[in-house]
T-cell receptor, first 109, second 112 residues
Framework: RKEVEQDPGPFNVPEGATVAFNCTYSNSASQSFFWYRQDCRKEPKLLMS???SGNEDGRFTAQLNRASQYISLLIRDSKLSDSATYLC??????????FGAGTTVTVRA | NAGVTQTPKFRVLKTGQSMTLLCAQDMNHEYMYWYRQDPGMGLRLIHY???????AKGEVPDGYNVSRLKKQNFLLGLESAAPSQTSVYFC???????????FGSGTRLTVV
């Protein structure tokens, strides 16, 4: 079983729509959680950290459910510029991050 | 501030050839990493380093070697390239190791 699993999508949504997707992680000892964004043929970049209480950053909301071992990302009022692959990332408490394969989001005009 | 710089950006190798990928960071980060990214597989850790002079194996180390002789540089070597090593290679560095990774722009390697 992969350490981090994501629905690959793609999620095709119109501008202004809300889109949400999850990822699951297998190691219950995981301590830190993140969402990274990767544009086509570019390097991943940190979008936001995910905290136990849930957190928002503008139009983006991240949630963590430790009991069920999943993380979610919700994007409100989608923009064309939100089109990207979103990587779910987990740290087990050591000096390494584990990356999911990504969820592709395409926002259409 | 350049951040993390990878060279080369593109390379085509013949099976059996060798090459070295260079990663350089100017942020005084202790931790450095080499990942490969393949379609549907996500980023997989090849090797990493927790400080100058140290290296450790990641998830998929076979066929690769690394060196960290200077804090700012992390080299990834392919001794005898194979078509299975066709991939996009990303280097990353981190001050603390558990978060805040900065990635280089990647090296697209094709082995024919």
């Amino acid at each position: 079983r992969k350490e981090v699993e994501q629905d690959p999508g793609p999620f095709n949504v119109p501008e202004g729509a809300t889109v949400a997707f999850n990822c699951t992680y297998s190691n219950s000892a995981s301590q830190s959680f993140f969402w990274y964004r990767q544009d086509c043929r570019k390097e991943p970049k940190l979008l936001m950290s995910v905290y136990s209480s849930g957190n928002e950053d503008g139009r983006f909301t991240a949630q963590l459910n430790r009991a069920s071992q999943y993380i979610s990302l919700l994007i409100r009022d989608s923009k064309l510029s939100d089109s990207a692959t979103y990587l779910c990332v987990v740290n087990r408490g050591d000096y390494k991050l584990s990356f999911g394969a990504g969820t592709t989001v395409t926002v259409r005009a | 501030n350049a951040g993390v710089t990878q060279t080369p950006k593109f390379r085509v190798l013949k099976t059996g050839q060798s090459m070295t990928l260079l990663c350089a960071q100017d942020m005084n980060h202790e931790y450095m990493y080499w990942y490969r990214q393949d379609p549907g597989m996500g980023l997989r850790l090849i090797h990493y380093s927790v400080g100058e002079g140290t290296t450790a194996k990641g998830e998929v180390p076979d066929g690769y070697n690394v060196s960290r002789l200077k804090k700012q540089n992390f080299l990834l070597g392919l001794e005898s390239a194979a078509p299975s090593q066709t991939s996009v290679y990303f280097c990353a560095s981190s001050y603390e190791g558990r978060w805040g990774y900065t990635f280089g722009s990647g090296t697209r390697l094709t082995v024919v």
